[in-house]
Protein backbone atom coordinates (compact mmCIF):
# COMPACT_ATOMS: atom_id res chain seq x y z
CA UNK A 1 0.00 0.00 0.00
CA UNK A 2 1.61 3.55 -1.19
CA UNK A 3 2.26 6.49 1.85
CA UNK A 4 -0.18 8.17 0.32
CA UNK A 5 -3.29 5.96 0.71
CA UNK A 6 -2.09 5.37 4.28
CA UNK A 7 -2.29 9.07 5.19
CA UNK A 8 -5.20 9.26 3.39
CA UNK A 9 -6.84 6.19 5.58
CA UNK A 10 -4.99 7.61 9.13
CA UNK A 11 -6.57 11.20 8.42
CA UNK A 12 -9.94 9.08 7.64
CA UNK A 13 -9.59 7.20 11.01
CA UNK A 14 -9.19 10.41 13.13
CA UNK A 15 -12.06 12.15 10.92
CA UNK A 16 -14.27 9.13 11.92
CA UNK A 17 -12.84 9.34 15.59
CA UNK A 18 -13.58 12.51 16.15
CA UNK A 19 -17.15 12.48 14.59
CA UNK A 20 -17.70 9.42 17.39
CA UNK A 21 -16.54 11.57 19.83
CA UNK A 22 -19.09 14.27 19.16
CA UNK A 23 -22.21 11.88 18.79
CA UNK A 24 -20.91 10.36 22.07
CA UNK A 25 -21.22 14.06 23.79
CA UNK A 26 -24.52 15.04 21.90
CA UNK A 27 -25.59 11.44 23.36
CA UNK A 28 -24.12 12.42 26.88
CA UNK A 29 -25.45 15.63 27.14
CA UNK A 30 -29.27 14.30 25.95
CA UNK A 31 -29.39 11.60 28.71
CA UNK A 32 -29.44 14.16 30.73
CA UNK A 33 -33.24 13.99 31.82
CA UNK A 34 -34.99 16.40 33.76
CA UNK A 35 -37.02 14.30 36.77
CA UNK A 36 -40.31 12.58 35.97
CA UNK A 37 -43.07 14.50 36.90
CA UNK A 38 -45.67 12.69 38.60
CA UNK A 39 -48.85 14.95 37.91
CA UNK A 40 -49.22 18.04 36.24
CA UNK A 41 -49.15 21.29 38.68
CA UNK A 42 -50.74 24.97 37.65
CA UNK A 43 -48.00 26.67 40.18
CA UNK A 44 -46.46 28.90 38.10
CA UNK A 45 -42.47 28.72 38.60
CA UNK A 46 -39.86 28.63 35.92
CA UNK A 47 -38.85 25.13 36.99
CA UNK A 48 -42.58 23.18 36.40
CA UNK A 49 -42.90 22.61 32.47
CA UNK A 50 -46.92 22.60 32.57
CA UNK A 51 -47.30 26.14 34.08
CA UNK A 52 -48.00 27.50 30.85
CA UNK A 53 -50.16 24.38 29.65
CA UNK A 54 -51.79 24.21 33.17
CA UNK A 55 -52.47 28.33 32.50
CA UNK A 56 -55.65 27.20 30.21
CA UNK A 57 -57.63 25.43 33.21
CA UNK A 58 -56.73 28.33 35.73
CA UNK A 59 -58.44 30.80 32.39
CA UNK A 60 -61.16 28.39 31.64
CA UNK A 61 -60.17 27.13 28.33
CA UNK A 62 -59.69 23.56 29.10
CA UNK A 63 -61.12 22.69 32.31
CA UNK A 64 -59.47 19.08 32.96
CA UNK A 65 -55.82 19.63 30.66
CA UNK A 66 -54.37 17.61 33.18
CA UNK A 67 -56.57 14.77 31.84
CA UNK A 68 -53.87 14.35 28.40
CA UNK A 69 -51.58 12.59 31.06
CA UNK A 70 -54.34 9.56 30.67
CA UNK A 71 -54.84 9.81 27.21
CA UNK A 72 -52.74 8.07 24.01
CA UNK A 73 -52.25 9.11 20.61
CA UNK A 74 -51.06 6.44 17.53
CA UNK A 75 -49.21 8.25 15.03
CA UNK A 76 -48.28 6.66 11.57
CA UNK A 77 -45.66 8.71 9.07
CA UNK A 78 -42.91 10.38 11.07
CA UNK A 79 -42.22 12.48 7.92
CA UNK A 80 -42.36 15.98 8.02
CA UNK A 81 -45.98 15.77 9.60
CA UNK A 82 -45.89 13.44 11.56
CA UNK A 83 -42.48 14.00 13.12
CA UNK A 84 -43.78 17.66 13.99
CA UNK A 85 -46.99 16.22 15.08
CA UNK A 86 -45.56 13.82 17.30
CA UNK A 87 -43.39 16.67 19.18
CA UNK A 88 -46.08 18.73 19.84
CA UNK A 89 -47.91 15.85 21.41
CA UNK A 90 -45.09 15.54 23.56
CA UNK A 91 -44.46 19.33 24.66
CA UNK A 92 -48.53 19.07 25.37
CA UNK A 93 -47.73 16.26 27.91
CA UNK A 94 -49.56 13.32 26.43
CA UNK A 95 -49.72 10.54 27.94
CA UNK A 96 -48.85 8.11 25.51
CA UNK A 97 -47.19 7.96 22.11
CA UNK A 98 -47.39 4.80 19.53
CA UNK A 99 -45.32 5.93 16.57
CA UNK A 100 -44.86 3.80 13.25
CA UNK A 101 -42.81 4.44 10.18
CA UNK A 102 -40.35 1.71 8.11
CA UNK A 103 -37.72 4.29 6.58
CA UNK A 104 -35.02 5.99 7.59
CA UNK A 105 -33.90 9.88 8.26
CA UNK A 106 -31.48 10.78 5.21
CA UNK A 107 -30.08 14.53 4.74
CA UNK A 108 -32.60 15.31 1.90
CA UNK A 109 -35.27 15.41 5.10
CA UNK A 110 -33.27 18.27 6.85
CA UNK A 111 -35.33 21.15 5.37
CA UNK A 112 -37.73 19.83 7.72
CA UNK A 113 -39.03 21.32 11.07
CA UNK A 114 -37.43 17.55 13.09
CA UNK A 115 -34.83 15.19 12.32
CA UNK A 116 -31.43 16.41 12.80
CA UNK A 117 -28.23 16.34 10.86
CA UNK A 118 -26.22 13.22 13.03
CA UNK A 119 -29.78 11.13 13.10
CA UNK A 120 -29.15 10.52 9.15
CA UNK A 121 -28.93 6.69 8.63
CA UNK A 122 -30.95 5.94 12.15
CA UNK A 123 -34.48 4.85 11.85
CA UNK A 124 -36.88 7.70 11.92
CA UNK A 125 -38.99 5.86 14.61
CA UNK A 126 -35.53 5.26 16.87
CA UNK A 127 -34.86 9.17 16.21
CA UNK A 128 -38.17 10.72 16.96
CA UNK A 129 -37.96 8.78 20.36
CA UNK A 130 -34.14 9.71 20.83
CA UNK A 131 -35.09 12.99 20.50
CA UNK A 132 -38.95 13.17 21.97
CA UNK A 133 -37.79 11.17 25.55
CA UNK A 134 -35.34 13.52 25.84
CA UNK A 135 -37.90 16.64 25.51
CA UNK A 136 -40.19 15.00 28.04
CA UNK A 137 -39.71 11.99 29.91
CA UNK A 138 -43.26 11.67 31.32
CA UNK A 139 -44.45 10.61 27.73
CA UNK A 140 -44.79 6.69 27.47
CA UNK A 141 -43.26 6.10 24.23
CA UNK A 142 -43.02 2.82 21.77
CA UNK A 143 -41.89 2.77 18.42
CA UNK A 144 -42.26 0.27 15.32
CA UNK A 145 -40.30 0.66 12.29
CA UNK A 146 -42.91 -1.69 10.71
CA UNK A 147 -44.64 -1.20 6.68
CA UNK A 148 -48.37 -1.38 8.06
CA UNK A 149 -49.55 -2.47 4.27
CA UNK A 150 -48.32 -5.79 4.91
CA UNK A 151 -50.62 -8.62 6.43
CA UNK A 152 -48.44 -9.18 9.51
CA UNK A 153 -47.89 -5.68 9.86
CA UNK A 154 -51.71 -4.87 9.69
CA UNK A 155 -52.49 -7.19 12.09
CA UNK A 156 -49.99 -5.75 14.55
CA UNK A 157 -51.36 -2.18 13.64
CA UNK A 158 -54.77 -3.92 14.39
CA UNK A 159 -53.63 -5.40 18.15
CA UNK A 160 -52.00 -1.53 19.05
CA UNK A 161 -55.17 0.30 18.11
CA UNK A 162 -57.13 -2.21 20.17
CA UNK A 163 -54.26 -2.54 23.34
CA UNK A 164 -52.34 0.31 22.69
CA UNK A 165 -53.82 2.46 25.00
CA UNK A 166 -51.64 4.23 28.76
CA UNK A 167 -53.24 1.59 30.71
CA UNK A 168 -52.50 -1.83 28.76
CA UNK A 169 -55.65 -4.09 26.87
CA UNK A 170 -57.36 -0.51 26.23
CA UNK A 171 -57.81 0.92 23.31
CA UNK A 172 -55.86 4.09 21.82
CA UNK A 173 -57.77 7.32 22.64
CA UNK A 174 -56.67 8.34 18.74
CA UNK A 175 -55.25 7.71 15.61
CA UNK A 176 -53.41 10.51 13.54
CA UNK A 177 -52.45 9.14 9.94
CA UNK A 178 -49.43 11.33 8.35
CA UNK A 179 -48.71 9.00 6.03
CA UNK A 180 -48.05 9.99 1.94
CA UNK A 181 -49.18 7.57 0.00
CA UNK A 182 -52.78 6.15 -0.76
CA UNK A 183 -51.81 1.98 0.34
CA UNK A 184 -50.66 3.01 3.54
CA UNK A 185 -54.13 5.31 4.10
CA UNK A 186 -56.19 2.67 3.02
CA UNK A 187 -54.47 0.36 5.67
CA UNK A 188 -55.40 2.87 8.52
CA UNK A 189 -58.68 3.27 6.87
CA UNK A 190 -59.86 -0.63 7.26
CA UNK A 191 -58.19 -0.97 10.28
CA UNK A 192 -60.36 1.99 11.89
CA UNK A 193 -63.80 0.79 10.16
CA UNK A 194 -62.91 -2.51 12.04
CA UNK A 195 -62.56 -1.56 15.18
CA UNK A 196 -64.67 1.67 15.01
CA UNK A 197 -61.37 3.59 16.00
CA UNK A 198 -62.00 7.45 15.24
CA UNK A 199 -59.03 9.00 13.62
CA UNK A 200 -57.77 12.32 11.88
CA UNK A 201 -56.42 12.25 8.33
CA UNK A 202 -53.43 14.81 7.13
CA UNK A 203 -51.42 15.49 4.05
CA UNK A 204 -49.39 17.96 2.11
CA UNK A 205 -50.20 18.38 -1.45
CA UNK A 206 -46.81 17.17 -4.34
CA UNK A 207 -45.87 21.09 -4.55
CA UNK A 208 -46.42 21.70 -1.00
CA UNK A 209 -48.21 25.00 -1.45
CA UNK A 210 -51.42 23.49 0.25
CA UNK A 211 -52.17 20.82 2.59
CA UNK A 212 -55.28 19.35 4.61
CA UNK A 213 -56.58 17.50 7.41
CA UNK A 214 -59.64 15.26 7.96
CA UNK A 215 -61.47 14.00 10.85
CA UNK A 216 -63.40 10.16 10.01
CA UNK A 217 -66.12 8.79 12.20
CA UNK A 218 -66.88 5.26 11.01
CA UNK A 219 -70.27 4.63 10.37
CA UNK A 220 -70.83 8.97 11.22
CA UNK A 221 -68.55 10.33 8.50
CA UNK A 222 -67.45 9.47 5.19
CA UNK A 223 -64.67 7.22 5.36
CA UNK A 224 -61.27 7.52 3.24
CA UNK A 225 -62.81 4.78 0.97
CA UNK A 226 -66.26 6.27 0.62
CA UNK A 227 -64.15 9.70 -1.29
CA UNK A 228 -61.12 8.20 -3.00
CA UNK A 229 -58.90 10.12 -4.51
CA UNK A 230 -59.98 10.38 -8.52
CA UNK A 231 -57.31 8.84 -9.78
CA UNK A 232 -55.39 6.05 -8.33
CA UNK A 233 -52.72 3.02 -9.01
CA UNK A 234 -54.00 -0.49 -9.16
CA UNK A 235 -52.29 -3.42 -9.03
CA UNK A 236 -48.77 -2.04 -8.57
CA UNK A 237 -46.82 -0.79 -6.35
CA UNK A 238 -46.68 2.89 -5.63
CA UNK A 239 -43.02 2.58 -5.39
CA UNK A 240 -42.71 1.81 -8.59
CA UNK A 241 -44.24 5.19 -9.96
CA UNK A 242 -41.35 6.95 -8.79
CA UNK A 243 -38.68 8.68 -11.29
CA UNK A 244 -35.22 8.65 -10.87
CA UNK A 245 -33.69 12.24 -10.60
CA UNK A 246 -37.61 13.65 -9.40
CA UNK A 247 -39.09 14.24 -6.24
CA UNK A 248 -42.26 15.64 -4.61
CA UNK A 249 -41.35 19.59 -3.05
CA UNK A 250 -41.33 20.12 0.44
CA UNK A 251 -41.99 23.40 2.64
CA UNK A 252 -41.24 23.37 6.01
CA UNK A 253 -43.40 26.12 6.56
CA UNK A 254 -46.19 24.38 4.71
CA UNK A 255 -45.46 20.97 7.22
CA UNK A 256 -45.72 22.78 9.96
CA UNK A 257 -48.73 24.92 9.67
CA UNK A 258 -50.89 21.39 8.76
CA UNK A 259 -49.07 19.42 11.88
CA UNK A 260 -50.71 22.58 14.13
CA UNK A 261 -53.73 22.28 12.91
CA UNK A 262 -53.94 18.53 13.23
CA UNK A 263 -52.49 19.05 16.66
CA UNK A 264 -55.27 21.55 17.67
CA UNK A 265 -57.72 19.36 16.29
CA UNK A 266 -56.47 16.43 18.19
CA UNK A 267 -56.03 18.28 21.40
CA UNK A 268 -59.69 19.82 21.08
CA UNK A 269 -61.10 16.56 20.46
CA UNK A 270 -59.54 14.41 23.09
CA UNK A 271 -60.02 17.52 25.85
CA UNK A 272 -63.71 17.99 24.78
CA UNK A 273 -63.10 21.86 24.09
CA UNK A 274 -64.14 23.91 21.23
CA UNK A 275 -65.14 22.59 17.70
CA UNK A 276 -63.33 20.56 16.11
CA UNK A 277 -62.71 20.41 12.56
CA UNK A 278 -63.82 17.57 10.32
CA UNK A 279 -61.88 18.31 7.07
CA UNK A 280 -59.97 21.34 6.32
CA UNK A 281 -57.99 22.22 3.61
CA UNK A 282 -55.26 24.86 3.51
CA UNK A 283 -54.29 26.70 0.72
CA UNK A 284 -50.65 29.16 0.97
CA UNK A 285 -51.54 30.94 -2.25
CA UNK A 286 -55.27 31.35 -2.01
CA UNK A 287 -55.47 31.45 1.62
CA UNK A 288 -58.29 28.98 1.44
CA UNK A 289 -59.72 27.39 4.09
CA UNK A 290 -62.21 24.55 3.43
CA UNK A 291 -63.66 22.91 7.39
CA UNK A 292 -66.20 20.07 8.14
CA UNK A 293 -66.83 20.53 12.27
CA UNK A 294 -67.68 18.23 14.70
CA UNK A 295 -67.56 17.98 18.31
CA UNK A 296 -66.75 15.34 20.71
CA UNK A 297 -69.56 12.71 21.45
CA UNK A 298 -68.47 13.18 24.95
CA UNK A 299 -69.43 16.47 25.05
CA UNK A 300 -72.62 15.80 23.04
CA UNK A 301 -72.21 18.28 20.57
CA UNK A 302 -71.01 16.74 17.39
CA UNK A 303 -71.34 18.33 14.28
CA UNK A 304 -70.57 17.18 10.60
CA UNK A 305 -70.85 20.18 8.09
CA UNK A 306 -68.50 20.86 5.39
CA UNK A 307 -67.56 24.24 5.79
CA UNK A 308 -65.68 26.48 3.08
CA UNK A 309 -64.36 29.25 2.54
CA UNK A 310 -63.00 31.24 -0.29
CA UNK A 311 -60.74 34.56 -0.33
CA UNK A 312 -61.00 35.57 -3.13
CA UNK A 313 -65.07 36.29 -3.09
CA UNK A 314 -65.79 35.01 0.52
CA UNK A 315 -67.80 32.52 -0.54
CA UNK A 316 -69.16 29.69 2.32
CA UNK A 317 -69.88 26.83 1.04
CA UNK A 318 -71.81 24.01 3.81
CA UNK A 319 -72.77 21.18 3.85
CA UNK A 320 -72.99 17.62 5.42
CA UNK A 321 -70.90 14.93 4.76
CA UNK A 322 -72.51 11.63 5.17
CA UNK A 323 -70.50 8.01 4.67
CA UNK A 324 -71.38 6.53 1.52
CA UNK A 325 -74.25 3.31 1.82
CA UNK A 326 -72.66 1.62 -1.19
CA UNK A 327 -68.94 2.10 0.58
CA UNK A 328 -66.12 -0.57 -0.84
CA UNK A 329 -65.30 -1.07 2.79
CA UNK A 330 -67.21 -4.24 4.23
CA UNK A 331 -66.66 -2.70 7.90
CA UNK A 332 -67.56 0.82 6.88
CA UNK A 333 -70.68 -0.45 6.22
CA UNK A 334 -71.31 -2.08 8.95
CA UNK A 335 -70.39 0.71 11.17
CA UNK A 336 -72.93 2.65 9.28
CA UNK A 337 -75.81 0.19 10.38
CA UNK A 338 -74.58 0.89 14.30
CA UNK A 339 -74.93 4.46 13.67
CA UNK A 340 -78.19 5.10 11.92
CA UNK A 341 -79.11 7.09 14.79
CA UNK A 342 -76.87 9.17 14.78
CA UNK A 343 -76.95 13.16 14.04
CA UNK A 344 -75.27 15.73 14.12
CA UNK A 345 -75.44 18.93 16.26
CA UNK A 346 -74.25 22.33 16.32
CA UNK A 347 -71.83 23.38 18.95
CA UNK A 348 -73.21 26.36 20.97
CA UNK A 349 -70.59 28.59 23.17
CA UNK A 350 -71.75 28.84 26.89
CA UNK A 351 -73.04 31.93 27.76
CA UNK A 352 -70.72 33.97 30.29
CA UNK A 353 -72.66 35.62 33.04
CA UNK A 354 -71.56 39.59 33.45
CA UNK A 355 -69.99 40.03 36.55
CA UNK A 356 -70.18 43.70 36.56
CA UNK A 357 -70.82 46.55 34.30
CA UNK A 358 -68.30 48.90 35.65
CA UNK A 359 -64.59 48.84 36.50
CA UNK A 360 -62.33 50.97 38.37
CA UNK A 361 -60.61 53.01 35.05
CA UNK A 362 -63.78 54.72 33.66
CA UNK A 363 -63.51 52.29 30.60
CA UNK A 364 -66.62 52.69 28.79
CA UNK A 365 -67.32 50.61 24.78
CA UNK A 366 -69.64 52.13 21.88
CA UNK A 367 -71.91 49.58 21.33
CA UNK A 368 -72.84 48.46 18.01
CA UNK A 369 -76.08 46.82 16.29
CA UNK A 370 -75.62 44.00 13.72
CA UNK A 371 -73.41 44.86 11.28
CA UNK A 372 -74.06 48.76 10.74
CA UNK A 373 -71.05 50.85 12.82
CA UNK A 374 -73.12 53.41 13.51
CA UNK A 375 -75.72 51.80 15.06
CA UNK A 376 -76.87 53.99 18.04
CA UNK A 377 -75.26 57.12 16.64
CA UNK A 378 -77.87 59.89 15.04
CA UNK A 379 -76.55 61.53 12.00
CA UNK A 380 -76.58 65.32 11.68
CA UNK A 381 -75.41 64.92 8.23
CA UNK A 382 -73.35 63.09 5.39
CA UNK A 383 -70.69 64.10 3.95
CA UNK A 384 -71.41 64.50 -0.14
CA UNK A 385 -68.26 61.61 -0.77
CA UNK A 386 -69.75 59.51 1.67
CA UNK A 387 -73.52 59.56 0.69
CA UNK A 388 -75.72 57.23 2.31
CA UNK A 389 -72.90 54.09 3.07
CA UNK A 390 -72.43 55.15 6.73
CA UNK A 391 -71.14 51.28 6.96
CA UNK A 392 -67.53 52.24 6.32
CA UNK A 393 -67.30 54.79 9.18
CA UNK A 394 -64.54 53.72 11.75
CA UNK A 395 -64.51 54.91 15.52
CA UNK A 396 -61.62 54.63 18.02
CA UNK A 397 -62.34 55.15 21.46
CA UNK A 398 -59.69 57.48 23.11
CA UNK A 399 -58.45 57.79 26.74
CA UNK A 400 -59.63 60.44 28.65
CA UNK A 401 -58.01 59.49 31.87
CA UNK A 402 -60.93 58.73 34.62
CA UNK A 403 -63.37 60.25 32.99
CA UNK A 404 -64.21 57.41 31.05
CA UNK A 405 -63.31 56.63 27.38
CA UNK A 406 -64.81 58.86 24.17
CA UNK A 407 -65.87 57.66 20.21
CA UNK A 408 -64.26 59.38 17.92
CA UNK A 409 -64.59 59.20 14.46
CA UNK A 410 -61.64 58.20 11.58
CA UNK A 411 -62.12 60.02 8.11
CA UNK A 412 -64.70 62.57 7.12
CA UNK A 413 -65.32 65.98 7.96
CA UNK A 414 -69.10 65.99 9.42
CA UNK A 415 -69.32 64.64 12.82
CA UNK A 416 -72.14 62.43 14.47
CA UNK A 417 -74.29 63.45 17.36
CA UNK A 418 -71.44 62.53 20.71
CA UNK A 419 -68.59 62.09 18.90
CA UNK A 420 -66.36 64.68 18.18
CA UNK A 421 -62.76 64.28 16.10
CA UNK A 422 -59.29 62.95 17.99
CA UNK A 423 -57.81 65.75 15.81
CA UNK A 424 -58.53 68.88 13.93
CA UNK A 425 -59.04 67.67 10.37
CA UNK A 426 -57.93 71.19 9.37
CA UNK A 427 -53.96 70.58 9.63
CA UNK A 428 -52.59 68.29 7.61
CA UNK A 429 -51.64 64.97 8.49
CA UNK A 430 -47.47 66.03 7.89
CA UNK A 431 -47.84 68.79 9.99
CA UNK A 432 -49.50 66.83 12.31
CA UNK A 433 -46.84 64.36 12.44
CA UNK A 434 -44.08 67.12 13.49
CA UNK A 435 -42.62 67.56 16.57
CA UNK A 436 -42.20 71.10 16.97
CA UNK A 437 -39.06 71.97 19.34
CA UNK A 438 -38.43 75.93 20.26
CA UNK A 439 -35.11 76.87 19.01
CA UNK A 440 -33.86 79.00 22.07
CA UNK A 441 -33.60 75.84 24.50
CA UNK A 442 -30.53 75.03 26.01
CA UNK A 443 -28.43 71.34 25.46
CA UNK A 444 -29.25 71.34 29.26
CA UNK A 445 -32.83 71.71 28.86
CA UNK A 446 -33.31 69.45 26.38
CA UNK A 447 -31.81 66.69 28.15
CA UNK A 448 -33.92 67.67 31.24
CA UNK A 449 -37.16 66.75 28.54
CA UNK A 450 -35.40 64.01 27.79
CA UNK A 451 -34.72 62.50 31.20
CA UNK A 452 -38.10 63.49 32.30
CA UNK A 453 -39.90 61.10 29.70
CA UNK A 454 -38.28 58.46 31.68
Known amino acids: ?241 KREGVCAASLPTTMGVVAGLLVQNALKYLLQFGQVSDMLQYHICEIQYCSLNWMSKKAKTIVSYYLGYSAMTDFFPRDLMRPNPECGSRYCRRQQTQHLNWSPTAWNRDEEEVTHEDNDWGIQVCTQQGNDVTAGFKNEATPDHIGNNLGIYSYVLIWLGYGGLECKKVGGDVPVVGVTFAYDQSVPSEERDLVHVPIDLSLEDLMGQLQALH
Open 1 to 241: MAENEVAALKARVATLEDQIRRMASDGHQGSLHRPKVTSMSGEVVDSNPYSRLMALKRMGVVPNYEDIRTLSVLVVGLGGIGSVAAEMLTRCGIGKLILYDYDHVELANMNRLFFRPHQAGMTKTAAATQTLMDINPDVSFEEFTKDITTPTNYEHLLDQIQHGGVVRNTPVDLVLSCVDNFAARMSINQACNELGQPWMESGVSEDAVSGHIQTLLPGRTACFECLPPLIVATGISESTL
